[in-house]
């Protein structure tokens, strides 16, 4: 940049011919003045106090030996405290409180030997080694021209030499084979992941007089012991002996609330319940994670993942959030000994939204 | 260049440098010479030891995220001695007493043991978590300082478009780190992911049921897991990483602008002694200080997590926060995205802020260089940094980008916001929903805005010098705060910079006289450029400080001169050289306003 001329003097610029108005814009230079300014060049070199004093620079060499001996002392302490502190010993340190003592013994003294070898090869790299700065130049990154030329004619005259322009046999045949030998790994890959999901997204383990049972205990709950108000994390009876107990839970978890049943709004949320008792699909119909906060004075069910929220009072439609599906009721009822069971399975898929889900 | 640019004395500093003698000549010999017999490794090894860096604290910001690699890396090796990656359950019975008969993975059991029951194990676990968020971290910082002061454009195009696929990486490396141990933060996050891909148009079942090798949560994610993340990923990375560092070394470091620094030259120290020593000991300093954090401040306290379940959840559920943008994203998206028509479920709510926004926000980052070049129509290589004021179209985009960026991450936290602050988590989510949408722009506007004003305020600076805080009376009783001319050592930062012009449709008329419009690209392009440079603020040139010098009708003006320490400044009357007033110590000096002395 700014090839152009040397600075001007002051007295150059300060020449009263070629004075030019502020208020006629921008101005490039005109009568004898450089368009630019140019580069003043480096700046002078201004010493450091090692360079000049002797005793300054014995400093310097004293604390970056003093580092690097805390590095070395540090190292020591780790290797000590590595075999003498017990694994399981908690004790106050202060500003963090009860903590694992050899986490803390071992990190620390870890990070200060780490930590002194640097601070001491920075101090000296400061302090000791040359700070005067050294130009290096640049080139352009293109290719001279010739060298250009030379490489396009190399790829040409191989591609000539090879006679594939001649032999179109050749050329056809070899565009194929490439085209088509990363197949076989791509359908080996893809094809033997997982098994296809068929109707696995959209039913669940419930079935007509499954009982709900408490999660975890697993066991059944009585249309009396659910009071208004009360909440219940709920399971299908028997499904943790199934072979695949997390995935069977995973789509089979439901949420057993009593509301007061005039404070239900839809019909068919009431018929689906049992006296204002009702089961929904734990599942959130946004991304699946279960919608495990229950407001018992609103009757809102809020994801704690994404906060969309649901109103039981309204058959679990969203109020707020980026869920789009009302969650899943389960159909229950009362058996025989007045424990609470499936009428139905979930008559829809429970879950974060798919394709084919309809 | 004039007296007043150079210190006095500065000749003479120069002239006692102390030069390090010079260690005798001679050839290479013992283990070195063997190797070099062999490979003919010296002449590389001495170029490379004598290649130039320069010197300022913002590219320490690289070498932050390079030094943290290898940190995570070593740590990294060290867990997969211990850490089992299986979803086998199994029952725990270790020495953390509040987990004991708990039903868990044996990929969460050796998490647990690692932590309680390997010594030393928690301080590298925690080191191996704390360096990782390290790494991501000063990637997105020294993204934003490459961006801000123009560093990808030619020749290092290439390299911000590995660099941007490295952050990508790095953060989908990140997720899949935090997956393995299996605690019930990470299954949720898991099973976020899950229902993410279950979202694809068409093929979502199919590419959850692949990937998952089954119904969610299955046997198969964390093994393959651990498989991404202990291999697939670090290979990509570390063979990026390596191009990265290649083409800084072939391109040669970017410098700021400065006295003796052209686009031409590279004016630092050389790797070796000094870089060797800085750049050495930085790697130490940064492995120390993240070893120190480790030591104090607990990270993923799994333990306290328990294991993954798919049905219980914690309140409060969040990625690790370099995930937070994409979160937020999906807190925010509306719901009535969601469409169902002849038996489908199109879930744009899940859809687009799952899988679109994150690989959308990368494309038009590693993109940026290649638009700028197309509307600047520059050609030319650029080896010194814009100062981020000088670029104001630019600044603004870039603080437009992180506004845009900081209100997703913000979203990510709605539910602690709403919490800590007791304010309604609806109105919240609400609030940004509309920010996301007005502050961007806003800020966009408003950066430019002061990019601008900092460019006047340098011409300024220039045109009328650095107020000495003196106050001069002359002897008619006018008062003058006396001016300062900016050495030309200072000045130079100052008007060094180019300001780009608007590009112009060419001639409307062709040679034949026939109207032509320009192609609809060429109009695109011309309004493109208007947008980014109509408003240019111009380096001062020194035809314009001799005008300021001079022109006695200005609103402000100062007289510059050789002999002149101080200046005066604010009258209309022009001084002569010989003025009075232009001695150290001027006749008058105001100290009591009241008095007018």
């Given at each position: 940049?700014?090839?152009?001329?040397?600075?001007?003097?002051?007295?150059?610029?300060?020449?009263?011919?070629?004075?030019?108005?502020?208020?006629?814009?921008?101005?490039?230079?005109?009568?004898?003045?450089?368009?630019?300014?140019?580069?003043?060049?480096?700046?002078?070199?201004?010493?450091?106090?090692?360079?000049?004093?002797?005793?300054?620079?014995?400093?310097?060499?004293?604390?970056?030996?003093?580092?690097?001996?805390?590095?070395?002392?540090?190292?020591?302490?780790?290797?000590?405290?590595?075999?003498?502190?017990?694994?399981?010993?908690?004790?106050?340190?202060?500003?963090?409180?009860?903590?694992?003592?050899?986490?803390?013994?071992?990190?620390?003294?870890?990070?200060?030997?780490?930590?002194?070898?640097?601070?001491?090869?920075?101090?000296?790299?400061?302090?000791?080694?040359?700070?005067?700065?050294?130009?290096?130049?640049?080139?352009?990154?293109?290719?001279?021209?010739?060298?250009?030329?030379?490489?396009?004619?190399?790829?040409?005259?191989?591609?000539?030499?090879?006679?594939?322009?001649?032999?179109?046999?050749?050329?056809?045949?070899?565009?194929?084979?490439?085209?088509?030998?990363?197949?076989?790994?791509?359908?080996?890959?893809?094809?033997?992941?997982?098994?296809?999901?068929?109707?696995?997204?959209?039913?669940?383990?419930?079935?007509?007089?499954?009982?709900?049972?408490?999660?975890?205990?697993?066991?059944?709950?009585?249309?009396?012991?659910?009071?208004?108000?009360?909440?219940?994390?709920?399971?299908?009876?028997?499904?943790?002996?199934?072979?695949?107990?997390?995935?069977?839970?995973?789509?089979?978890?439901?949420?057993?609330?009593?509301?007061?049943?005039?404070?239900?709004?839809?019909?068919?949320?009431?018929?689906?319940?049992?006296?204002?008792?009702?089961?929904?699909?734990?599942?959130?119909?946004?991304?699946?994670?279960?919608?495990?906060?229950?407001?018992?004075?609103?009757?809102?069910?809020?994801?704690?993942?994404?906060?969309?929220?649901?109103?039981?009072?309204?058959?679990?439609?969203?109020?707020?959030?980026?869920?789009?599906?009302?969650?899943?009721?389960?159909?229950?009822?009362?058996?025989?000994?007045?424990?609470?069971?499936?009428?139905?399975?979930?008559?829809?898929?429970?879950?974060?939204?798919?394709?084919?889900?309809? | 260049?004039?007296?007043?640019?150079?210190?006095?004395?500065?000749?003479?500093?120069?002239?006692?440098?102390?030069?390090?003698?010079?260690?005798?000549?001679?050839?290479?010999?013992?283990?070195?010479?063997?190797?070099?017999?062999?490979?003919?490794?010296?002449?590389?090894?001495?170029?490379?030891?004598?290649?130039?860096?320069?010197?300022?604290?913002?590219?320490?910001?690289?070498?932050?995220?390079?030094?943290?690699?290898?940190?995570?890396?070593?740590?990294?090796?060290?867990?997969?001695?211990?850490?089992?990656?299986?979803?086998?359950?199994?029952?725990?019975?270790?020495?953390?007493?509040?987990?004991?008969?708990?039903?868990?993975?044996?990929?969460?059991?050796?998490?647990?043991?690692?932590?309680?029951?390997?010594?030393?194990?928690?301080?590298?676990?925690?080191?191996?978590?704390?360096?990782?968020?390290?790494?991501?971290?000063?990637?997105?910082?020294?993204?934003?300082?490459?961006?801000?002061?123009?560093?990808?454009?030619?020749?290092?195009?290439?390299?911000?478009?590995?660099?941007?696929?490295?952050?990508?990486?790095?953060?989908?490396?990140?997720?899949?780190?935090?997956?393995?141990?299996?605690?019930?933060?990470?299954?949720?996050?898991?099973?976020?992911?899950?229902?993410?891909?279950?979202?694809?148009?068409?093929?979502?079942?199919?590419?959850?049921?692949?990937?998952?090798?089954?119904?969610?949560?299955?046997?198969?994610?964390?093994?393959?897991?651990?498989?991404?993340?202990?291999?697939?990923?670090?290979?990509?990375?570390?063979?990026?990483?390596?191009?990265?560092?290649?083409?800084?070394?072939?391109?040669?470091?970017?410098?700021?602008?400065?006295?003796?620094?052209?686009?031409?030259?590279?004016?630092?120290?050389?790797?070796?002694?000094?870089?060797?020593?800085?750049?050495?000991?930085?790697?130490?300093?940064?492995?120390?200080?993240?070893?120190?954090?480790?030591?104090?401040?607990?990270?993923?306290?799994?333990?306290?997590?328990?294991?993954?379940?798919?049905?219980?959840?914690?309140?409060?559920?969040?990625?690790?926060?370099?995930?937070?943008?994409?979160?937020?994203?999906?807190?925010?998206?509306?719901?009535?995205?969601?469409?169902?028509?002849?038996?489908?479920?199109?879930?744009?709510?899940?859809?687009?802020?799952?899988?679109?926004?994150?690989?959308?926000?990368?494309?038009?980052?590693?993109?940026?260089?290649?638009?700028?070049?197309?509307?600047?129509?520059?050609?030319?290589?650029?080896?010194?940094?814009?100062?981020?004021?000088?670029?104001?179209?630019?600044?603004g985009l870039?603080i437009m980008a992180?506004s845009f960026?900081?209100i997703?991450?913000?979203?990510?936290?709605?539910?602690?916001?709403?919490?800590?602050?007791?304010?309604?988590?609806?109105?919240?989510?609400?609030?940004?929903?509309v920010m996301l949408i007005v502050v961007p722009p806003l800020a966009y506007w408003v950066t430019k805005r002061?990019?601008?004003?900092?460019?006047?305020?340098?011409?300024?600076?220039?045109?009328?010098?650095?107020?000495?805080?003196?106050?001069?009376?002359?002897?008619?009783?006018?008062?003058?705060?006396?001016?300062?001319?900016?050495?030309?050592?200072?000045?130079?930062?100052?008007?060094?910079?180019?300001?780009?012009?608007?590009?112009?449709?060419?001639?409307?008329?062709?040679?034949?006289?026939?109207?032509?419009?320009?192609?609809?690209?060429?109009?695109?392009?011309?309004?493109?450029?208007?947008f980014?440079?109509?408003?240019?603020?111009?380096?001062?040139?020194?035809?314009?400080?001799?005008?300021?010098?001079?022109?006695?009708?200005?609103?402000?003006?100062?007289?510059?001169?050789?002999?002149?320490?101080?200046?005066?400044?604010?009258?209309?009357?022009?001084?002569?050289?010989?003025?009075?007033?232009?001695?150290?110590?001027?006749?008058?000096?105001?100290?009591?306003?009241?008095?007018?002395?």
């Amino acid at each position: 940049m700014n090839e152009d001329g040397d600075e001007p003097t002051e007295a150059e610029v300060s020449q009263p011919g070629t004075a030019v108005r502020l208020d006629q814009g921008h101005i490039e230079g005109s009568g004898g003045i450089p368009e630019r300014f140019t580069n003043p060049g480096p700046a002078p070199h201004v010493h450091r106090l090692a360079d000049r004093d002797e005793r300054a620079a014995r400093r310097a060499e004293i604390q970056v030996a003093t580092l690097f001996g805390i590095s070395m002392v540090a190292t020591v302490v780790f290797l000590v405290a590595y075999f003498a502190i017990d694994l399981h010993r908690y004790a106050f340190v202060p500003g963090i409180g009860q903590a694992n003592l050899s986490n803390v013994v071992l990190g620390v003294s870890l990070g200060l030997s780490l930590l002194c070898i640097g601070l001491g090869a920075v101090h000296w790299a400061k302090t000791l080694m040359p700070d005067t700065e050294v130009a290096e130049d640049r080139h352009p990154q293109r290719s001279s021209d010739e060298s250009r030329i030379e490489a396009a004619d190399t790829i040409l005259a191989g591609g000539t030499a090879s006679q594939l322009a001649r032999r179109p046999l050749i050329k056809y045949t070899l565009g194929g084979a490439l085209g088509l030998f990363a197949l076989p790994l791509v359908v080996q890959l893809a094809g033997s992941l997982g098994p296809l999901p068929k109707a696995d997204l959209s039913t669940t383990f419930w079935r007509k007089g499954l009982r709900l049972m408490r999660y975890p205990e697993f066991t059944p709950i009585k249309a009396s012991d659910v009071t208004i108000g009360s909440v219940f994390h709920v399971m299908p009876e028997g499904i943790q002996k199934t072979p695949d107990p997390l995935e069977q839970e995973g789509k089979a978890a439901v949420l057993l609330m009593r509301l007061d049943p005039s404070d239900i709004l839809s019909a068919k949320e009431r018929d689906w319940g049992h006296d204002g008792i009702v089961a929904y699909s734990m599942i959130c119909t946004h991304v699946g994670c279960p919608v495990g906060l229950y407001e018992q004075q609103t009757h809102h069910l809020l994801c704690p993942c994404h906060q969309s929220t649901f109103d039981v009072t309204r058959d679990a439609k969203v109020i707020f959030g980026p869920a789009n599906r009302p969650l899943p009721q389960l159909k229950i009822s009362v058996d025989a000994d007045n424990y609470l069971v499936a009428d139905a399975p979930f008559l829809e898929p429970v879950g974060p939204s798919f394709w084919e889900r309809g | 260049m004039s007296d007043s640019a150079t210190p006095k004395g500065a000749a003479g500093l120069r002239a006692d440098d102390v030069t390090p003698e010079a260690p005798k000549k001679r050839p290479m010999a013992g283990l070195a010479g063997w190797v070099d017999d062999r490979t003919g490794t010296a002449k590389p090894v001495s170029y490379l030891l004598k290649k130039v860096f320069p010197d300022h604290w913002s590219f320490m910001l690289g070498e932050i995220a390079m030094f943290s690699l290898v940190i995570v890396l070593v740590t990294g090796v060290f867990l997969t001695f211990w850490f089992v990656p299986s979803s086998h359950q199994v029952l725990y019975n270790g020495s953390y007493v509040p987990l004991k008969g708990i039903e868990m993975s044996e990929a969460f059991k050796s998490t647990v043991d690692i932590s309680f029951d390997v010594r030393g194990g928690l301080i590298m676990r925690q080191i191996h978590h704390w360096s990782a968020l390290m790494f991501i971290a000063a990637i997105i910082v020294h993204m934003f300082r490459v961006f801000f002061t123009g560093a990808f454009r030619k020749p290092r195009e290439i390299n911000w478009v590995i660099g941007t696929i490295l952050s990508l990486l790095a953060i989908n490396e990140g997720f899949a780190g935090y997956s393995l141990p299996d605690d019930l933060l990470s299954g949720t996050g898991l099973r976020a992911a899950e229902g993410f891909m279950q979202s694809i148009p068409v093929l979502g079942s199919y590419v959850a049921f692949f990937v998952f090798g089954g119904a969610f949560p299955g046997e198969a994610i964390i093994p393959r897991l651990y498989t991404v993340h202990v291999l697939l990923l670090p290979a990509i990375i570390i063979g990026l990483f390596t191009a990265h560092i290649v083409l800084v070394a072939v391109h040669k470091h970017t410098q700021y602008p400065g006295p003796g620094r052209t686009n031409d030259n590279v004016v630092g120290f050389p790797f070796m002694p000094v870089y060797m020593a800085k750049a050495g000991g930085f790697l130490f300093i940064v492995f120390g200080i993240t070893t120190l954090i480790s030591a104090l401040v607990t990270i993923n306290p799994i333990w306290m997590y328990g294991p993954y379940n798919p049905s219980p959840v914690t309140a409060g559920s969040q990625p690790d926060w370099y995930m937070g943008f994409a979160d937020g994203a999906l807190r925010l998206f509306p719901g009535f995205t969601e469409f169902h028509a002849l038996g489908f479920t199109l879930s744009l709510n899940v859809f687009i802020p799952a899988l679109v926004v994150m690989p959308l926000l990368y494309t038009i980052a590693g993109a940026y260089p290649f638009i700028e070049a197309w509307v600047t129509g520059d050609k030319r290589e650029h080896h010194l940094l814009d100062r981020p004021r000088n670029a104001p179209t630019r600044t603004g985009l870039g603080i437009m980008a992180l506004s845009f960026y900081l209100i997703l991450f913000i979203a990510a936290g709605n539910d602690l916001i709403a919490i800590k602050l007791g304010l309604s988590i609806n109105d919240i989510t609400r609030s940004l929903q509309v920010m996301l949408i007005v502050v961007p722009p806003l800020a966009y506007w408003v950066t430019k805005r002061i990019c601008l004003s900092l460019q006047r305020r340098d011409r300024d600076l220039v045109l009328h010098g650095r107020e000495t805080g003196r106050l001069v009376r002359t002897a008619e009783g006018k008062f003058f705060e006396a001016h300062e001319p900016l050495p030309a050592l200072e000045r130079w930062a100052l008007v060094q910079h180019e300001t780009p012009q608007p590009l112009r449709l060419k001639a409307t008329v062709d040679a034949n006289g026939v109207r032509r419009r320009g192609t609809r690209r060429e109009r695109l392009r011309a309004r493109i450029s208007g947008f980014y440079f109509a408003e240019g603020v111009h380096a001062v040139t020194p035809a314009e400080l001799a005008a300021a010098s001079h022109d006695g009708t200005a609103h402000e003006a100062i007289t510059p001169s050789r002999e002149w320490v101080g200046q005066l400044h604010g009258g209309a009357d022009e001084r002569p050289e010989t003025d009075a007033y232009a001695s150290h110590e001027p006749e008058v000096e105001a100290t009591d306003p009241t008095t007018g002395r």
